[in-house]
């Protein structure tokens, strides 16, 4: 319904801005117009956002100078655009075939299979170990001769020196995935799926819960029990709570599944990174065939080249879930890991600015006022301009890897977080837009391809207590965009 209304406010105001641009002369090239156009204004006042909330930067690529500028210069919040300045600062400093590493080693002695001591794990920051490549290191281990430990897991963790995170600390919801901070040893993004499905048989009064990864640290001690009511809100109707200790995590539900529902699933981040490495080091070995009953506990790396080392996939691939799907955990482990540019480990969120900053220098990137916190933009404190982002663009329509890059955006209509967007518009496929999205603000970055074939760079940053509101707007004005391409209003220099 939400997507239905939004639609439909756009189909009511192409027609005004449409004839407008055309009006205002903005189908052309020229000098660069430095107010918007009326009808972008009015849209933006009819849901309660005035314009001075807004930033726009536009300039076709190749071009002598932008083509729009309104309040580019202003430091606003990009949201998750601040993305778009770790994936292109990373390719440029890492390389598009930049891998990290997980390393194994033995403290203990090998013997027929069987290590009469403890294994150690190091992480280095891997961005992605999914479940299928934490189950493929497990092979590894099995493959190299490793089939039984009879001590303990010892964590590796000490490459990034991180303050002490709190999950809780950006919205107050602790268990939401999205709010999981990087670790140096990040597994399966520390996160829990949790499947809801009616019972197998009619007989069975109990729901069915599926956990993956099956950690033994988080128990069930009850099903809830199946109604017939309305599907709506599943996951309320459950009245689950979670009691996570760190160590081990108990879940309750103290309401019912709704078997009109189906098959459901929600996500939670549980536990503690130690004792979720230690219970997916539990199952898969298991599962590999192999023998482990030990604990776990933190500590280095001995001294000495690793017993067995496992890689990453490439940075060119790992960008494409940070730009396209907006994973902010992913982000802020690539983030650091640009702090390798500037120090030994262990890596600080300072020495990473500090890398992207003294690369902009080097590549007269002018993005004056940025103030990249995390890396991700799941951040109140983030700063940067509409220029900045502009200028950041066009940096990298020019680079080696602007093509692994433009393809990193999500695709308008397609796929990513625009995949259900512009669905009935021209710009369906034509457009490259990393999306932002916090409670105040809104904001757009990338490449639009117009109707005549010219590649704009675009930049909308929207900061308003309404910025939800305003999404269609932003919307439309790419379709504008697409339509005709922006070119400077005749009466900029009143403006001005």
Same mark, same amino acid.
């Given at each position: 319904m939400v997507r239905e209304k939004a639609r439909k406010m756009k189909a009511q105001w192409r027609p005004i801005f449409l004839m407008v641009c055309l009006a205002a002369g903005l189908t052309g090239? %020229?000098?660069?117009?430095?107010?918007?156009?009326?009808?972008w204004k009015d849209a933006l006042h009819r849901v309660g956002v005035p314009e001075s909330a807004v930033a726009v930067a536009v300039q076709e690529v190749g071009a002598e100078k932008p083509a729009l500028m309104y309040r580019a210069d202003e430091l606003m919040s990009p949201a998750s655009v601040m993305k778009v300045v770790t994936t292109t600062a990373a390719l440029d400093l890492l390389g598009p075939d930049y891998r990290w590493k997980t390393e194994a080693y033995l403290d203990g002695t090998l013997a027929e299979g069987v290590l009469h001591g403890n294994l150690v794990l190091k992480g280095y920051g891997d961005p992605k170990i999914t479940i299928e490549q934490w189950q493929a290191l497990m092979q590894r281990l099995r493959q190299a001769g490793l089939a039984q430990v009879t001590g303990d897991l010892i964590v590796d963790r000490s490459l990034f020196s991180l303050p002490t995170y709190d999950p809780s600390a950006f919205d107050r919801e602790p268990l939401k995935p999205y709010n999981v901070g990087p670790d140096a040893l990040l597994v399966s993004f520390k996160a829990v799926r949790f499947e809801f499905a009616p019972p197998a048989s009619k007989k069975d009064k109990k729901a069915q819960i599926t956990i993956e990864p099956p950690l033994a640290g988080v128990k069930i001690p009850a099903l809830p029990?199946?109604?017939?009511?309305?599907? %709506? !809100?599943?996951? &309320? *109707?459950? #009245?689950? @709570?979670?009691? !996570? @200790? *760190?160590?081990?995590?108990?879940?309750? /539900?103290? &309401?019912?599944?709704? *078997?009109?529902?189906?098959?459901? !699933?929600?996500?939670?981040?549980l536990l503690d990174v130690p004792h979720f490495v230690h219970g997916m080091f539990v199952h898969y070995f298991a599962e590999a065939g192999g023998q482990f009953s030990g604990g776990v506990r933190e500590g280095k790396a001995p001294e000495g080249a690793p017993w067995l080392t496992f890689e990453s996939l490439p940075l060119s691939e790992i960008i494409q879930d940070i730009d396209k799907h907006s994973n902010n955990v992913m982000a802020q482990q690539v983030f650091l890991t640009l702090a390798s540019m500037q120090k030994a480990p262990p890596y600080t969120q300072g020495a990473a600015r500090l890398a992207i900053a003294e690369w902009l220098k080097m590549n007269g990137i002018d993005m004056d006022g940025l103030f990249v916190e995390n890396g991700s933009g799941l951040s109140r404190d983030a700063r940067v301009s509409a220029l900045g982002l502009l200028n950041l663009l066009l940096y990298a329509q020019q680079t080696p890897w602007r093509d692994i890059f433009f393809d990193s955006l999500p695709l308008a209509g397609i796929d990513g977080t625009l995949k259900h967007? /512009? $669905? @009935?518009?021209?710009?369906? &496929?034509?457009? $490259? =837009? #990393?999306? %932002? /999205? =916090?409670?105040? +603000?809104?904001? =757009? +970055? *990338?490449?639009v391809d117009d109707s005549q074939g010219r590649r704009y760079a675009v930049v909308i940053l929207l900061n308003h207590a309404n910025a939800k509101r305003a999404a269609p707007v932003m919307d439309a004005i790419i379709e504008d965009i697409y339509q005709g391409g922006v070119a400077p209003q005749q009466t900029a220099k009143a403006v001005q």
């Open positions: 090239t %020229g000098a660069v117009s430095a107010a918007l156009p009326e009808a029990p199946v109604s017939n009511r309305r599907c %709506g !809100d599943w996951l &309320g *109707g459950l #009245k689950p @709570k979670f009691n !996570d @200790k *760190g160590s081990q995590a108990e879940v309750r /539900f103290d &309401g019912s599944y709704s *078997g009109r529902c189906g098959a459901s !699933d929600v996500y939670v981040a967007r /512009f $669905h @009935k518009s021209a710009v369906y &496929g034509q457009a $490259h =837009l #990393k999306t %932002g /999205f =916090l409670e105040n +603000a809104r904001a =757009l +970055a *990338g490449y």
